[in-house]
């Protein structure tokens, strides 16, 4: 018997910063949360997860894009016609944020197992082996 509690209270700050650097928005992190323990509690019905730390992170990661794209998409849709002001911030503060939205933006274009091993990898800093584990593909694969 999984004890969700202890799971939750384990590993549930890692989900929820992995979640927040994607998404850079609380309430789709907040959504995003819940979906990966949501998703975790039906994977671990079908079968024992080994790993609930890597678990938890790639799943996190690969929900958080997802959200990411759909935001993308509406965005898209909704500013099509607007004509946007440039922002008046200083300088590094906005090249920070364009750096970051860019990366956001890529995340969107990669297809879904490259996005999650390039963020796991860059960001989260798991290994080629611990994404190959916990992606159901080999190293190769994911260091490509």
Not at 74 to 97: I, K, Y
Request: aromatic share 10%; with cysteine.
């Amino acid at each position: 018997m999984v004890d969700w509690e202890d799971i939750q209270k384990t590993h549930g700050q890692t989900v929820w910063s992995v979640a927040y650097r994607i998404l850079a928005h609380e309430e789709d992190a907040r959504d995003c949360f819940q979906d990966v323990f949501l998703e975790a509690i039906r994977k671990s019905n079908a079968g024992a997860i080994g790993n609930w730390g890597g678990f938890l992170r790639w799943l996190a990661t690969r929900r958080a894009i997802d959200l990411l794209r759909t935001r993308q998409r509406q965005r898209t849709v909704a500013l099509a016609d607007l004509e946007l002001p440039a922002p008046a911030v200083v300088s590094g503060t906005v090249e920070w944020l364009e750096t970051i939205e860019a990366v956001r933006q890529e995340l969107t274009q990669l297809p879904e197992s490259q996005a999650t091993a390039f963020w796991l990898f860059s960001v989260e800093g798991l290994s080629y082996q611990d994404i190959a584990d916990h992606s159901r593909s080999n190293v190769n694969s994911v260091g490509l």
